[in-house]
T-cell receptor, first 115, second 114 residues
């Protein structure tokens, strides 16, 4: 069973469109994330939700709106897509373990291409 | 977040140990050292993490120097499937707005050859 699954895996769309990427985790984790990997392969955090509450927002344009209907899901909706939004988007999850550190598990990525 | 320095690339023969170094000279007392890897076209995969003691799991060993300013990830018997980008990351303990925020650098491209 896939621990962190995201759909679609590949998405090609035109500029100006609105699209969503869905993410689900079956690990029972209480925190979920969205990371973005650009063409230079740098991975950067975008958002983090803990128990459905936003705890990290890394100065992402407000065209990007995450939505967490429950602890197991964190969807990413993107309005008015731009060419620069082309990237691989990774969903991830983790469980608060206090002083034991924080292990984050990533999904397989969603390849978004804006044309 | 503390920054890390890793070699851009390394080679290793299949079956031999791969030793990947990482410098993190500005690490703070509450920051952990994490290692992740990313195989081509896949999501990052957790390998191991530690605070100050050496750690070992089924994938690798992590050796952290006593002053915590550097560490080495050891893959004891590298296979071709270990070819990947390896990321050394320091991150604070859970709590506050830094919770779960892994800052990835460029990592080390490890190539395991037959």
């Amino acid at each position: 069973d896939t621990a962190v699954s995201q759909t679609p895996k590949y998405l090609v769309t035109q500029m100006g469109n609105d699209k969503s990427i869905k993410c689900e985790q079956n690990l029972g984790h209480d925190t979920m994330y969205w990371y973005k990997q650009d063409s230079k392969k740098f991975l950067k955090i975008m958002f983090s939700y803990n128990n459905k509450e936003l705890i990290i927002n890394e100065t992402v344009p407000n065209r990007f709106s995450p939505k967490s209907p429950d602890k197991a899901h964190l969807n990413l909706h993107i309005n008015s897509l731009e060419l620069g939004d082309s990237a691989v988007y990774f969903c991830a999850s983790s469980h608060y373990r206090g002083l034991s550190g924080n292990t984050i598990y990533f999904g397989e990525g969603s390849w978004l291409t804006v044309v | 977040d503390a920054k890390t320095t890793q070699p851009t690339s390394m080679d290793c023969a299949e079956g031999r140990a791969a030793n990947l170094p990482c410098n993190h000279s500005t690490i703070s007392g509450n920051e952990y050292v994490y290692w992740y890897r990313q195989i081509h076209s896949q999501g990052p995969q957790y390998i191991i993490h530690g605070l100050k003691n050496n750690e070992t799991n089924e994938m690798a060993s992590l050796i952290i120097t006593e002053d915590r300013k550097s560490s080495t990830l050891i893959l004891p018997h590298a296979t071709l499937r270990d070819t990947a980008v390896y990321y050394c990351i320091v991150s604070p303990n859970a709590g506050g707005t830094s919770y779960g925020k892994l800052t990835f650098g460029q990592g080390t491209i490890l190539t395991v050859h037959p």
